[in-house]
């Protein structure tokens, strides 16, 4: 008797299964999302510190050469999304004349003292 049992529920579950299956979807898929919409900006994306950071940069660029023309903050922030380091983004501005500095730490400190000096 209870086999008979276990294999009648085993039988019903099976064909619920199947059946469940073999059923469309009640509600369409939603079309894709346009992945430019919904994506952040690099500098948005950044966080806190390595926000500072990039605003440090930008603000200190002053281009020596005629022909030089500064970065923006988003491009700034797209150099260090792709993999290079703060001290790397320095150096290539650095040789492409934006910035007079001799370090990234002269940087952060001019941009440091300022900021606390209009406060």
């Keep these: 008797m209870k086999r008979r049992i276990v294999h009648g529920l085993g039988v019903l579950m099976l064909a619920m299964a199947s059946t469940a299956a073999?059923?469309?979807p009640s509600r369409p898929a939603p079309p894709p999302a346009i992945a430019?919409?919904?994506t952040p900006s690099p500098f948005a994306s950044l966080s806190p510190?390595?926000?500072?950071?990039?605003?440090?940069?930008?603000?200190s660029q002053r281009p020596t050469a005629q022909h030089a023309q500064s970065?923006?903050?988003?491009r700034i922030a797209e150099e260090k999304r792709s993999g290079k380091t703060w001290n790397e983004v320095f150096q290539a501005m650095k040789?492409?004349?934006?910035?007079?500095a001799e370090t990234l730490a002269q940087v952060l400190g001019r941009h440091d003292r300022a900021r606390y000096n209009r406060s």
Excluded: C, D, K
């Design 95 to 100: 040789s492409q004349g934006l910035i007079q």
């Design 22 to 24: 073999a059923e469309p």
């Design 36 to 38: 430019s919409a919904n």
């Design 71 to 74: 970065m923006t903050l988003e």
């Design 49 to 59: 510190g390595n926000r500072r950071i990039a605003v440090a940069l930008f603000e």
